[in-house]
């Protein structure tokens, strides 16, 4: 008689008969089974990991929201920027809310964040003092240095002091650091100041060596940024050029510290130039010779400025800390500081940071796109809120084409009846003065580098490195310049011609607007082009620019040609972000984070490294082969 568990009962009538399990597969199948189960929660505990993380930072804001201030009386404004000083963030939104979170902060700090907390801490009776740290900070330009330390100049104007200290201070770092009113560096830092240099690599012999021949096309006796494909050395007219811009910022650097520091320029200048000798005299001691050149006040360690400021009644901070204080971004975030332009409802000042080179196309924050910068400025003029634009320009220039498009959406947007003011920041040259000249008014700082009003083109061709190999190319055409554009292949001299007609016009063109919109005839405004660069006090002398200031008074000048009032809003126009985007930033921004962070709350680091920062985008990456590029570029950053 057969087991009972082996029959199977008789099917009902007018039923649904139950299907059988599937028979189990062998033990490959089993493996793959196994496999996707083992991916799929990898999977779930990677996107929980992430999500409570969030959620704990967001919990934890939640938990401590009641406390009160982090900010209270007798508390100092400690600020230590790192990393590069860039009128906007080459990282997004998300990336920047993560890193804050994670602990790990974005080696980016925006200028304008810089003035808004010094100038909110001037008004504010619980901030007593500053206490600037600038040697971890990379100074590029010193056009935004200015702008900062002219925001330290009100605080000190209010009666409030600014104290620095320092381990070691390169010339860009000491710009700002000279503001303080009194000054400090360790006893085994220093100041080393040695002035100013613009030195560029060559690649002349290593491209014939390669067999490489680049063919170079420009207009402008001084326009040199493509010459190290063609030299192997600077030109005459280039060092003439560089000589004279450099010693003009060179002289506004001595000017200004000297003047900050009570010491006579030629003596400033001086101690500069004999600096060797006067490190031996001083037995190698740089913080001695600081103190004894006037460019400190003393030396003291960490552990003995913080004394200092202990005994001249600045309260004791938590157990990690020496003194009362807050750090730039939590006093942002106390003030709302961080997220005031996204709050801005009322018609004012739009602000559009154009900064990095121009290439064509979209590209990322931080850098000028043509669709991009130009669609962005199409939008401002648009919106309801814009009743001024303020053009921010930090650039070297890159492609014609690109820097055509954001000028002729400035142009458009004055058409409309909006004014629009340029403010040129550490460097509005070549292409960046392109997309500047068509402004109601352009500002510029005296250091500010610009100008540089020519083009140039390139093209290569590499019929001798194929040679080298064995290689050789042949064939016939249609036409006589049908495929002359092969860089396998000799460059035709009517193509030398074709593109130099380009880049003829092109010149034209832009020198005729330039001349267009100062109001200037062609000859003159040639006779300051040439390719040559100048500083923002050089420039305002020849007429480039109208005027010497900073960002804050291009926005002023802005809101009067308005008729905005005295009481008018700021708003800075980027990309927008999404509604989980703005979560992010809101919670990373929030003082409740911050107070989080100081207890040690925080997401894991490596949760910072998951967005990938936008790429940098250099000058000729985005030239195709065989296509001829014309470029309104200025190789002009003084180390």
């Known amino acids: 008689m057969p087991d009972r568990h082996d029959v199977t009962p008789p099917p009902l009538p007018g039923r649904p008969q139950p299907v059988p399990p599937p028979r189990r597969g062998g033990g490959f199948g089993r493996f793959l089974r196994g496999l996707g189960r083992g991916i799929n929660i990898t999977r779930l505990v990677i996107i929980n990991v992430i999500f409570f993380g969030l959620l704990a930072v967001f919990l934890i804001a939640l938990m401590v929201s009641g406390h009160t201030s982090a900010v209270q009386d007798k508390t100092v404004l400690v600020l230590a920027p790192e990393g590069a000083l860039v009128e906007q963030y080459s990282a997004d939104g998300l990336s920047r809310a993560i890193s804050r979170m994670s602990g790990d902060g974005v080696k980016q700090v925006q200028v304008r964040d810089l003035v808004r907390a010094i100038d909110a801490a001037t008004k504010d009776s619980r901030i007593s003092q500053i206490v600037l740290r600038t040697d971890k900070l990379q100074a590029g330009g010193f056009a935004a240095l200015r702008e900062v330390g002219a925001a330290l100049d009100r605080f000190r104007a209010a009666g409030k002091p600014v104290l620095a200290w320092a381990v070691s201070l390169e010339q860009g770092q000491y710009y700002l650091a000279a503001h303080a009113d009194k000054l400090y560096v360790d006893p085994q830092g220093g100041v080393m100041a040695t002035g100013l240099a613009n030195y560029r690599l060559f690649y002349k012999d290593l491209l014939d060596k390669l067999g490489v021949e680049v063919h170079l096309f420009r207009v402008g006796q001084f326009k040199s940024a493509a010459e190290p494909f063609i030299l192997d050395h600077a030109s005459p007219e280039s060092k003439e050029a560089d000589a004279y811009w450099l010693g003009g910022l060179w002289t506004t650097w001595i000017d200004e510290v000297a003047k900050l520091r009570h010491i006579a320029p030629a003596t400033l200048r001086g101690d500069v130039d004999n600096l060797a000798e006067r490190v031996r005299d001083a037995h190698g001691s740089l913080a001695d010779l600081a103190v004894q050149e006037k460019l400190a006040d003393g030396i003291a360690t960490e552990q003995q400025f913080v004394q200092m400021l202990r005994e001249s009644g600045v309260p004791a901070g938590k157990k990690d800390q020496g003194f009362r204080q807050v750090e730039l971004d939590g006093y942002l975030a106390d003030r709302g500081l961080s997220t005031t332009d996204m709050l801005q409802t009322d018609p004012g000042v739009t602000v559009v940071v154009a900064e990095g080179e121009i290439t064509g196309g979209k590209q990322a924050q931080g850098s000028i796109g043509g669709d991009t910068t130009a669609a962005l400025i199409r939008t401002v003029r648009a919106d309801r809120r814009t009743r001024a634009l303020v053009l921010r320009v930090n650039s070297p220039g890159g492609e014609v084409y690109a820097a055509e498009q954001i000028r002729r959406e400035v142009e458009l947007t004055r058409a409309a009846g909006i004014p629009v003011i340029v403010s040129m920041g550490d460097v509005a040259a070549s292409g960046g003065y392109w997309i500047s000249m068509n402004a109601n008014r352009i500002y510029a700082e005296p250091n500010t580098i610009t100008g540089s009003i020519g083009i140039f083109g390139m093209f290569y061709t590499v019929p001798d490195t194929l040679a080298k190999i064995g290689v050789k190319s042949d ?165």
Not at 502 to 515: L, M, P, S, T
Not at 572 to 578: D, L, R, S, V
Not at 589 to 612: C, I, K, N
């Open 475 to 639: 064939g016939v055409a249609t036409s006589p310049l049908a495929g002359a554009f092969d860089i396998t292949r000799p460059l035709d001299p009517k193509v030398s011609i074709l593109i130099q007609s380009i880049i003829d016009k092109g010149y034209r063109d832009f020198v005729g607007n330039v001349a267009k919109a100062r109001g200037k005839d062609f000859a003159a405004i040639d006779a300051i082009a040439q390719g040559r660069v100048w500083t923002g006090q050089q420039a305002l002398d020849r007429g480039l620019v109208d005027k010497l200031g900073s960002l804050d008074d291009a926005i002023r000048d802005a809101a009067q040609q308005a008729k905005l009032g005295k009481d008018f809003t700021v708003r800075y126009a980027e990309k927008p972000m999404g509604a989980f985007e703005r979560f992010l930033t809101n919670v990373g921004d929030s003082s409740e984070t911050h107070v989080a962070l100081s207890w040690g709350l925080r997401l894991p680091s490596w949760v910072a490294e998951l967005p990938r920062l936008a790429p940098e985008f250099a000058l000729f990456r985005t030239a195709e082969a065989g296509k001829p590029h014309v470029y309104a570029y200025c190789f002009c950053s003084p180390r």
